[in-house]
């Protein structure tokens, strides 16, 4: 029983199916500020759309080099990456045209951070110093431009302001992610601990937490509950900062790190 419940845990997160749900609770929340109705299409499209890039991104290499003999493992994640991605296509297929052209964007840079443009030119993951700008893009466009564009919404103050903080929360998150990984990087990759240190990374990534939660206050359409809400966060990602370490294990990460959206998102559906 104990091996099967490690199995599933381990499908879970290694799977990329929880860090869907991080994504689809930010969209979530763009629809509850923007004060949008709840699309289908765009959720579908976030979900899967994470779930297919990040499991391309992270074993598209290792699936290639051993196609002939896949272990279980990976032939279920294999299965549901697929099925995520033609779930994504219809999905893409549905948004409006303004909504497709961002999403196409998104996806050529997906690519280009995975796959290199030639054999002399390392993809933007590998490129130091520059692969932690590119997810914090990628996620405030999915998460916000995309459900708001879809919804012919024009991009206002409150939209760019909702973005910034956004890219701020994941750049922390990513930073933790780096505290815990610092063992396994490769030097080359220049992340931010590798670069600052251990404790200056933590003291970077708390100072960030400042203007995530104050920039909340200099929307034109404040909404109180956020006051709260957003302090709940900041204090919840400041402990995982605090606590943040490389002899920490994945699951710190991959559960406890990337359920800091989900938690944000249920903060607002249990005060409805």
């Known amino acids: 029983m104990d091996l099967l419940k490690n199995k599933v845990v381990d499908f879970y997160l290694n799977g990329s199916i929880h860090v869907s749900f991080a994504v689809f609770a930010l969209v979530q929340m763009t629809f509850y500020f923007c004060q949008l109705p709840f699309d289908a299409v765009v959720s579908a499209m976030a979900f899967t759309g994470t779930l297919f890039s990040y499991n391309f991104i992270k074993y598209a290499a290792l699936v290639y080099h051993q196609r002939k003999n896949l272990s279980l493992r990976l032939k279920w994640i294999c299965t549901v990456s697929f099925l995520a991605l033609g779930i994504g296509i219809i999905s893409f297929l549905m948004l409006n045209l303004k909504a497709q052209l961002v999403t196409f964007g998104l996806l050529i840079l997906s690519v280009l951070y995975a796959v290199p443009i030639h054999r002399k030119i ?20 999915v998460t916000l431009l995309v459900p708001v564009v879809n919804a012919d919404m024009a991009l206002n103050w409150d939209i760019g302001v909702k973005f910034f903080q956004r890219f701020i929360l994941v750049f922390v998150l990513i930073g933790i992610f780096e505290i815990v990984d610092l063992q396994y990087d490769d030097d080359n990759l220049k992340t931010i601990p590798q670069t600052l240190g251990i404790v200056k990374t933590k003291w970077l990534l708390s100072v960030l937490l400042l203007p995530f939660y104050v920039i909340e206050f200099f929307k034109d359409g404040f909404q109180p509950i956020q006051v709260w809400n957003n302090l709940v966060i900041v204090l919840l990602t400041l402990f995982f900062i605090c606590c943040a370490s490389p002899s920490r294990t994945k699951f710190y990460t991959l559960f406890w790190v990337e359920s800091v959206p989900i938690i944000w998102w249920l903060l607002i559906v249990f005060e409805k």
């Open 122 to 141: 390392p993809n933007l993951r590998n490129w130091a110093g520059i692969k932690v700008y590119i997810v914090c893009f990628c996620w405030a466009t």
